[in-house]
């Protein structure tokens, strides 16, 4: 297991899940607004999900002797259309299962630090299925019945 890569992983999931948790907390005050209200909690309760995966890094990180850092987060987007939030969400999703899935090879002689990124995977695989799914809904279903079920 090459340690120093993997504690550069675990900074920069720390870094970039924090603001996705962000993103997710603002994303669901947006479709709240909007009376989306199923979308808001999924949006909600998946903010409070990221978080727990970003403490558990912040402490591995620290088990492992590693220093965290609060670093800077690039701008992101705020969408007001549920449709194409759901679709950037979806490609944040797959861009970002590649890279875990090499990082937790990475660890894989680190059962903790394994274990942690197998969870994680396997949570952001399930968001991305979930983002597949509404998506292929839509098509089946239109637009306009779609966002009715979300109030």
Known sequence: MNNEKVMKGLQVIITNLSQQADGHIIQARVFASQGFSKLADKYAEHAVEERGYVQQCIDRLIDLGGDVKLEAKQEAVVYK???????????????????????????????????????????????????????????????????????
Request: proline fraction near 1%.
């Open 81 to 151: 259309n549920p449709i194409e939030w759901i679709k950037y969400d979806l490609q944040v999703s797959k861009d970002g299962l590649a890279w875990l899935a090499s990082l937790t090879e990475e660890a894989r002689g680190d059962y903790t630090t394994y274990d942690i990124l197998k969870k994680y995977y396997q949570d952001e695989e399930e968001d991305a299925y979930w983002a597949e799914e509404q998506l292929e809904l839509i098509e089946m279903i239109g637009k306009e019945n779609w966002l009715v079920q979300q109030l």
